[in-house]
């Protein structure tokens, strides 16, 4: 079944995105996250603040969601966003693992 109801974390990574709000956007990572961008890997918070200014919100990404499925796992996630921006601009899958409240992975492919 395909909805666009989101987990509290991923929604908060998409409306943090959408206000250009940096700070808002790395609270939503764990201390430990990983992200992977088409095989470009960013660790930590000082790796998701990184891929933040080169591809996100320091690009003026906008999301829009299109559809999200529950994954594999209790806490995984597929979601399929429209970006546009000064950067990527498309349709596409990202995949998300949450920890509690927070986002503990993001794979981009």
Do not use: Y
């Amino acid at each position: 079944m395909t909805t666009t109801e989101l987990p509290s974390p991923v929604q908060e990574f998409v409306d943090a995105t959408n206000a250009g709000d940096t700070e808002r956007f790395l609270a939503v990572f764990t201390d430990d996250a990983f992200l992977s961008d088409w095989g470009r890997e960013f660790h930590g918070v000082a790796g998701a603040a990184e891929w933040n200014r080169t591809d996100n919100i320091g690009m003026e990404s906008r999301f829009e969601v299109v559809a999200a499925e529950a994954g594999a796992g209790p806490d995984e996630w597929t979601v399929t966003l429209k970006v546009s921006g000064n950067r990527f601009n498309g349709t596409g899958p990202l995949k998300f693992s949450l920890r509690g409240d927070r986002i503990a992975r993001l794979v981009i492919e």
